[in-house]
């Protein structure tokens, strides 16, 4: 009767366990299988762009962002300071990364409608962010972040100037520029930040404005002695190994060198070496992709979630993968860790908002210097959105990234140092 006994136990415990797998099994697979379409994955990525971005962007048109927009801040800080920068930081980051998706033309569909939302709503709330007599004038003129932020901003301007840029009356413009050159009164970190300073006056440049020539030549002195090779910038004299190089290096660079290289200030050959490092710095970024859709948090600011895949997503904006990386393996990669990132993980509040953590709300992780505007950085990984929806990198059929054939069994390329 005992032997019975346990003998019924184990088969017990077994068939729950069995059933716990067999469970398990089909929400991966119905979690794997629920996007097989470019098409598809396309409407997932635009969904899930407009749900982050519009609340940033729909509040600061109506006039309500300061209002709205809760100010979360790390564990024992106080939010006095992020209250004078938060806002400008959600402004901007979510501007540079929807900036190519709004860029497209207008249409009928599902997606173009909105965008157009999304693009005259911004429209209405530039002019307000730069209105000293609105509720939501942004603060461009007090604290050293707002050099980051409003860098952002600019790369915005410099990715999508039809769609966000020339549409302004030029009272707004006028304003905007003022703001920029309120900046010069102080200076940043010893870092990107001279990056931040430099892409600020390559926009001004673009605008018919003087741009002060010091802060671009150190820029773009600095950062190139920063680079370690491979691929690799240094973030500063000293090496971090942290995703910044994505977050900010690669995709800046590359946009202040377009710029400089275009009006004869640099030989075209800068720029050609910094899109050259960036598309090697692409190809790590693909392999950090697990099979499952995870990729390792490490380094500062990893609540910048999907910010991380910037400089990939770039490369494939632009249609500058390596050629062995084809257009849709990239797609299918980012798409399995939004997936991951966002129906799986809990990031966003009640109202809509992110909230501080990497996957959902863990508000220990977060740095000293982030608060919920630092957030929509999350926004940078969406520029393939840009690419109309007849491009192949949403047309061709769904392919395996790199970690995920290396570990099915599958030939991968072998990777190796490069020199330049």
């Excluded at 019975?4 to 398990?24: D, E, G």
């Excluded at 790390?74 to 938060?86: E, S």
């Excluded at 301007?157 to 302004?168: I, N, Q």
């Excluded at 257009?327 to 860790?337: H, L, N, W």
């Amino acid at each position: 009767m005992r032997s019975f006994k346990k003998t019924f136990i184990f088969l017990l415990v077994a068939a729950m366990c069995l059933n716990n797998q067999a469970l398990l099994a089909q929400k991966n697979k119905t979690a794997n299988s629920a996007i097989t379409t470019g098409q598809q994955d396309r409407e997932y990525w635009s969904n899930l762009l407009y749900k982050m971005a519009s609340p940033v962007i729909l509040n600061l048109a109506n006039n309500t962002l300061r209002k709205n927009m809760p100010v979360e801040v790390p564990p024992g800080a106080k939010p006095d300071f992020y209250k004078k920068v938060t806002h400008l930081e959600a402004v901007g980051r979510t501007m540079a990364g929807v900036a190519p998706w709004l860029a497209l033309p207008d249409d009928d569909t599902r997606e173009g409608k909105m965008r157009k939302e999304l693009r005259l709503a911004l429209l209405k709330g530039i002019v307000n962010a730069v209105d000293p007599a609105s509720p939501d004038y942004l603060n461009f003129r007090t604290e050293s972040q707002p050099i980051v932020d409003a860098a952002y901003m600019a790369q915005a301007f410099l990715r999508a100037p039809k769609a966000l840029w020339e549409p302004l009356d030029s009272l707004t413009k006028k304003r905007v520029a003022e703001e920029f050159k309120a900046l010069r009164t102080r200076t940043g970190a010893y870092n990107n930040w001279l990056l931040f300073a430099g892409i600020n006056e390559v926009f001004l440049m673009t605008i018919g404005e003087q741009a002060d020539p010091v802060r671009i030549q150190y820029a773009q002195n600095k950062i190139k002695e920063w680079y370690v090779g491979d691929g690799w910038y240094s973030d500063g004299p000293g090496f971090s190994m942290d995703y910044y190089n994505s977050y900010v290096i690669h995709p800046m660079l590359v946009d202040f060198f377009k710029v400089l290289s275009a009006r004869n200030r640099v030989k075209t050959e800068e720029y050609d070496l910094a899109l050259k490092r960036m598309i090697r710095y692409s190809e790590f970024s693909e392999r950090f992709i697990s099979p499952e859709g995870t990729y390792p948090a490490f380094g500062r600011s990893s609540t910048y979630r999907t910010a991380a895949f910037q400089a990939l997503g770039q490369v494939a904006l632009m249609e500058k993968l390596p050629e062995y990386i084809q257009p849709a393996q990239v797609r299918c990669g980012i798409t399995a860790v939004m997936h991951r990132m966002y129906d799986q993980c809990n990031n966003f509040d009640s109202n809509g908002w992110l909230v501080l953590g990497f996957c959902g709300s863990q508000p220990m992780i977060a740095d000293s210097y982030t608060s919920t505007g630092s957030l929509y950085m999350a926004t940078l990984g969406f520029l393939p959105l840009g690419l109309p929806a007849d491009n192949k990198f949403w047309t061709d059929p769904a392919a395996d990234w790199t970690s995920k054939k290396a570990w099915s069994s599958q030939p991968f390329k072998k990777d190796y140092h490069v020199e330049y």
